[in-house]
T-cell receptor, first 111, second 112 residues
């Protein structure tokens, strides 16, 4: 069966520090992968999606970036965090089109 | 106007009640409709998935889609305290990797 791993679960970072969140998927090949952010009272916001290695589409221009160095690995990064980057970050994959499978999420607090 | 509108609640009901959760949408191109359940500090999990109009039932859960009214519903029968969570509606114009638009989520509390 397919599983998705996301870490860390919680992160507190100072403003201006770098960020790296990692997501890996097991049990499937060439998955469509997604990064979402969930902010209080704002719902889920699609940040990036990828349909293959090195293929990244950005939905929202901001100081975040994403990379897909391997088929089942998706990384969310930032060079300098802003206070507004705080939120709950979710990695997800979509297999045959029947909805997303989400990871357990990373709660990021920028202080 | 948001593409998907959902009342954030909170909605409190006694155990055993029938719960009705709803979303309205404005994009007539939406054809795929989903409901996700999200427990506190966890990622959402897919609960129901329907295509186009009609009803779909799975145990105590029933999803309804009325495309003519641009209105979708999730009914929970015999609600349990374990159903306490945030329920997010989601929809897309096509399957696959196309963009999915989510509602803000309705927080449900089932009181024993």
């Amino acid at each position: 069966s397919q599983t998705i791993h996301q870490w860390p679960a919680t992160l507190v970072q100072p403003v201006g520090s770098p960020l790296s969140l990692e997501c890996t998927v097991e049990g499937t090949s060439n998955p469509n992968l997604y990064w979402y952010r969930q902010a209080a009272g704002r719902g889920l916001q699609l940040l990036f999606y990828s349909v293959g290695i090195g293929q990244i589409s950005s939905e929202v221009p901001q100081n975040l970036s994403a990379s897909r160095p391997q088929d089942r690995q998706f990384i969310l990064s930032s060079k300098k965090l802003l206070l507004s980057d705080s939120g709950f970050y979710l990695c997800a994959w979509m297999g045959t089109g029947y909805g997303y499978t989400f990871g357990s999420g990373t709660r990021l607090t920028v202080v | 106007q948001k593409e998907v509108e959902q009342d954030p609640g909170p909605l409190s009901v006694p155990e055993g009640a029938i719960v009705s959760l709803n979303c309205t949408y404005s994009n007539s191109a939406f054809q795929y409709f989903m409901w996700y359940r999200q427990y506190s500090r966890k990622g959402p999990e897919l609960l129901m998935y329907t295509y186009s109009s009609g009803n779909k039932e799975d145990g105590r859960f029933t999803a309804q889609v009325d495309k003519s009214s641009k209105y979708i519903s999730l009914f929970i029968r015999d609600s349990q305290p374990s159903d306490s969570a945030t329920y997010l509606c989601a929809m897309s114009a096509s399957g696959g990797y196309q963009k999915v638009t989510f509602g803000i989520g309705t927080k449900l509390q089932v009181i024993p």
